[in-house]
């Protein structure tokens, strides 16, 4: 499909389309709220592969992903409050490193990793 060359991927119901620059994850999720989107969340094998595509694709370095350590919880949760569904952590991942890692990125291997919402990441949004 056209709008979805170069910089985007299908998977079933779901579209990722890179922004194609780095953002804070609050920037980010704004980003992705403003075009009507939100931060990936992907939820299976399948939506995980689509994505991990895109981030390689786009060979900026990792992207955010949607999901937040809730301190409350203690662990990842979707935007709106739910648990995970699948998880593809890196091995040792979530360390929470020095207690600052509440937010989650995509290496270009697909893996995830919890680092810190500060730091600059691609912004990839999903519809
Ligand atoms: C990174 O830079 P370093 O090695 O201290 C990463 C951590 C990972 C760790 C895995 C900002 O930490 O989240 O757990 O690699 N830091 C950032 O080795 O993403
Ligand atoms: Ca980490």
Redesign the pocket.
Known sequence: LVELFPNGRGVGQKVFKSAGFEKPFQEAEQVCAQAGGQLPSPRSEAENHALQQLVEFENKG?AFLSMTLSKAEGKFTYPGGGPLVYTNW?P????N?GDK?YCA?MYTNGKW????CG?KRLVICEF
């Open positions: 990792p890196a040792g991942e979530p360390n490193d890692e990125e990793n919890d680092t810190p730091e």
